[in-house]
């Protein structure tokens, strides 16, 4: 049975309801409810088959809310630079992808995000996602003390590259997206699948003193002053 075969539940379609209800009220006045209703349904077919496949409309909501707001960084770049609140440059959104989105993106996405309390936006994908992140590789996190209750392989979309400030690419070759514009790095990082516990333990350290190099240089990075804009021709 291929993914678009498969049928929706009568609970997903209870569940996808309430989601496409809660989407629509938070991106009043930026998107359509006819859009938020059709990235939601994608979302939910891409993410087909799901080993959690209970959660999968719960999952389908997150997963379109991180696409949207993307979007809407992705129209913001184009237009003017976006600003948070505060002085300095606005937060940048870091995209981590590898091939499966199980093992060293999911790693990377989770210790950026906790490194950084918030002060950067961090995504990650895979060009092929597996059905689930790796055991060995929740379970070092949990380690750290970083939840990994909502963490789950996601597809690369066109939303969250043309949203990302930084992309940060680890064995996905010719399959990892390239838009210019970007800054782009390629971490050399061992895979973890199939690893026993402490060499995943070594390559989750490896992953977070590159984290915190790269944290250290987008922060220092935002509190530059921006570059004040060139006077109007007369």
């Not at 300095?88 to 989105?101: K, Y």
Request: aromatic share 4%.
């Amino acid at each position: 049975m291929t993914r678009t075969d498969q049928p929706t539940t009568t609970a997903h379609q209870v569940t996808l309801s309430g989601a496409l209800s809660a989407l629509v009220e938070e991106f009043a006045g930026t998107f359509a409810p006819e859009t938020v209703a059709e990235c939601l349904e994608d979302s939910y077919e891409r993410l087909l088959p799901a080993s959690v496949s209970s959660f999968l409309p719960l999952l389908a909501q997150r997963f379109t809310r991180e696409r949207l707001r993307a979007a809407v960084r992705a129209a913001d770049q184009s237009a003017a630079p976006r600003r948070d609140e505060g002085e300095g440059r606005p937060s940048s959104l870091v995209l981590f992808v590898c091939t499966a989105n199980s093992g060293r993106s999911q790693l990377a996405a989770a210790l950026l995000a906790h490194r950084s309390a918030g002060e950067v936006q961090v995504a990650s994908a895979g060009t092929t996602p597996g059905a689930a992140v790796q055991s060995e590789v929740a379970l070092v996190l949990d380690e750290l003390g970083i939840d990994t209750g909502e963490l789950f392989p996601k597809p690369l979309t066109d939303e969250v590259v043309a949203g990302a400030d930084v992309v940060v690419t680890m064995g996905c070759g010719d399959s990892c997206p390239v838009l210019p514009g970007r800054r782009y790095l390629d971490w050399g990082v061992a895979d973890p699948q199939g690893r026993d516990l402490e060499a995943v333990r070594r390559i989750r350290d490896d992953i977070d003193a590159r984290v915190v190099a790269l944290l250290d240089d987008l922060l220092v990075d935002r509190q530059a002053p921006a570059a004040p804009a060139a006077p109007a021709a007369r």
